[in-house]
């Protein structure tokens, strides 16, 4: 491959890697969720938990008990049933913002004071109401509040009760400056206090929940890290490096101090009807006992409605209860620094394997790189399947498909660069070819040239050129004393240069043949030794030379490395003349070419032929032979010279029918016609 493609298609890699790193970049959350949400929506996860169960203020609840909210009581009844079941932890993901508006005082003031005496007043506001009954639940019962994060509202910080997380968080953590939640009897009263959600992603879907929240000087834990350290019954979290311990495992973290782990959808089927356990309604105190439960309100008209990867509307609560059951059985989710690492990795030794194939020095290379395409999206499944980790094959990929495109795109310029300098090429050879064929037919006497020639003979001869022009060539001339010299040559080579060869060649052997005085040997040898002072050392040919006396008959030839001639008889058998034959001409100066002797009878005929009729091959690539070559010469006994040389031409080329012709194909026929012919 020459040296500026290389650059080219170097250039051109590089170039479509850049492209796919930036586009990888810009898209890089939007490409990580489409893979990550598909994973979690192919293989979602179990949504049966032997540890953690829901009990929800649902439809069948409110159609019962009315409209939400409900009177303090009624909750507090709600969770007192609960508590009697002895579960581990009770998660209240409901806001009590406001006191209760069944208060004592508010009944009072619904009355004035000469319909209401002062003492009757007095006694009334003695009386315990809803929000002390509610608080005295929770009190007792190992129960865990529910916070907010907010800009505007909620409660100062200074005015919160923090339960802790030790250690150094995450630089990036979320802060807050205020929080949302229940009344201060009952949000103080807790056993612990957690931040129920952060913010949902960019494209509105909560994929996951804080472990802790920095709020002020504080830490604030996040209410599925509460439940689950009570439930542990462990010493407070700590973050450590990579994530927040809690109990005897480390929940690994990302950047803004929250964790990810893998959902499932319908878990709202396995949550218990709030109207069931209140009115003790349930199957078994078992359900509850020694387990997780989490309350929540997830009626029609509820606001804690968010999207999640499984599921587009799933009800708050049941978030915080997979977050739950998630780290007490390590369902979470991880994104490892070496996972970020190996897809530049793979993204540099896909393009690199691009690179090397491209270049033609490894092609087989372009097989794992294709395979890569399905290898790595079936390596991230299995990942986060297997594992919970992360690894984002989109990276490498669009990385690799942005180069190979570019590598495709360069190779076909490349290629249609290469097509269009070789159709020029071509071109320019077969005008050279075409210039070369007719240098070569008129360099040769035609027919009615030859016609012309000699007494008592008949002369006649085909010249084809094949579409590689080569150096096939013929020629006749009469010498004194009533003889007629003729030669077959055969220049080695194709083209132009062959044809240019075969020009001297011709001028050459008829000069020295002119000027031979009949000497037949020394022409040859003369011949040689002109041709052997050219400076062109690869070029060389084989040539019959015959001198044929008209009167006698008696015919003298030398073979320089020929194809032998074909006598054929007066009635029409056809025969080889064997003869010793000697070099190519060219071969070595001062060669000692023989002469050899025939005596022709009238009516008999000399076949000369080149290579180009004995080599020609078939579709079956066989080749055309001697044998065919002397049955077509004895196919007409009574046919002219001129006749019998076209025959034999048109039999070879009825062989080759669906091919191309390698090489030039030469006949020349010579009839003795004896002493009564005339010319």
């Known amino acids: 491959m020459p040296a500026k ?13 850049f492209i796919g790193l930036v586009v990888s970049l810009l898209g890089g959350e939007f490409q990580r969720r489409l893979v990550f949400d598909s994973w979690q929506d192919l293989a979602p996860r179990d949504s049966r938990s032997d540890d953690v169960v829901v009990v929800m203020i649902d439809d069948a609840s409110v159609a019962k008990k009315g409209q939400w909210p409900w009177r303090r009581t009624d909750v507090a009844a709600l969770i007192e049933n609960i508590a009697q079941t002895g579960p581990k932890v009770i998660g209240i993901d409901i806001y009590f913002t406001e006191p209760d508006r069944m208060r004592p005082e508010n009944f009072a003031d619904l009355y004035t004071e000469d319909a209401l005496d002062a003492a009757t007043r007095e006694k009334l506001l003695t009386l315990p109401y ?61 056993f612990a206090r957690g931040v129920v959600k952060g913010p949902p992603d960019a494209d509105g879907i909560v994929r996951r929940v804080p472990l802790a929240v920095k709020a002020g000087d504080q830490m604030a834990a996040g209410f599925a890290v509460q439940i689950a ?52 309604d349930f199957v078994d105190v078992e359900e509850l006992q020694d387990k997780i439960v989490l309350v929540g309100f997830g009626a029609t008209g509820t606001t804690d409605i968010v999207a999640t990867p499984v599921e587009a509307e799933m009800q708050g609560t049941l978030i915080q209860a997979q977050a739950v059951d998630a780290i007490l059985n390590g369902h979470w989710l991880s994104r490892p620094v070496w996972a970020k690492a190996l897809e530049w990795a793979l993204a540099l030794g896909l393009v690199a ?46 990385i690799a498909v942005f180069a190979a495109t570019a590598l495709v795109a360069v190779r076909y310029a490349l290629a249609f660069r290469e097509l269009v300098e070789k159709r020029i090429v071509t071109a320019e050879q077969e005008k050279e070819n075409e210039s070369a064929r007719k240098l070569q037919l008129t360099m040769v006497p035609s027919a009615a040239r030859l016609a012309r020639l000699g007494t008592r003979t008949e002369i006649g001869a085909v010249l084809e050129p094949a579409k590689s022009v080569g150096g096939d060539f013929y020629d006749a001339m009469e010498l004194e004393g009533n003889r007629l010299a003729f030669l077959v040559g055969d220049v080695s080579g194709k083209g132009l240069r062959a044809a240019l060869f075969m020009a001297l060649s011709k001028s050459v052997s008829k000069n020295n043949l002119m000027r031979s005085s009949g000497d037949l ?13 050219e400076e062109d050392e690869e070029m060389d040919l084989t040539m019959l030379v015959g001198i044929i006396d008209c009167s006698t008959g008696m015919v003298e030839m030398v073979n320089a490395g020929h194809e032998d001639p074909m006598l054929v008889r007066a009635d029409g058998s056809v025969e080889v003349v064997k003869m010793v034959g000697g070099l190519r001409l060219r071969t070595l100066d001062d060669f000692p070419y023989s002469v050899e002797t025939l005596q022709m009878k009238p009516g008999e005929s000399l ?34 010279a001129p006749e019998r040389a076209k025959h034999i031409a048109v039999k070879v080329r009825e062989f080759e029918r669906g091919m191309d012709p390698a090489d030039d194909l030469t006949i020349l026929t010579l009839r003795y016609l004896g002493a009564e012919a005339s010319n």
């Open 607 to 640: 076949v000369i032929i080149t290579d180009g009729a004995t080599d020609a091959m078939n579709v079956k690539q066989d080749r055309f032979g001697l044998d065919r070559v002397m049955k077509a010469i004895g196919d007409n006994t009574k046919a002219s």
């Open 521 to 533: 040997e020394a022409a040859v040898r003369k011949v040689n030794a002109d041709l052997m002072a």
């Open 5 to 17: 493609s290389k650059r080219l298609i170097i250039a051109a890699v590089l170039i479509g890697a």
């Open 353 to 398: 394997m691009l690179l090397i194939a491209g270049l033609s020095i490894a092609k087989w290379l372009i097989v794992p790189v294709s395979a890569s395409v399905a290898v790595l999206p079936s390596a991230s499944y299995i990942a986060y399947d297997a594992g919970g980790i992360l690894f984002d094959p989109a990276r490498p990929l669009v």
């Open 130 to 190: 809803g929000d002390q009954y509610l608080a005295s639940v929770i009190e007792i019962a190992p129960t865990v509040m529910p916070w907010v994060t907010t800009d505007s509202g909620g409660r100062p910080l200074a005015d919160l009760t923090f339960d802790g997380v030790e250690g150094e968080p995450p630089k990036g953590i979320a802060t807050t400056k205020k929080m949302l939640t229940s009344i201060k009897l009952l949000d103080d009263i807790a």
């Open 229 to 280: 350290n009570m439930a542990i019954g462990e010493d407070a979290p700590r973050w450590v490096d990579g994530g927040m311990k809690i109990g005897d495992r480390i929940v690994p973290t990302d950047a803004k101090g929250n964790f990810e782990f893998k959902m499932a959808p319908d878990w709202d089927e396995q949550a218990l009807s709030a109207i069931n356990v209140l009115e003790g």
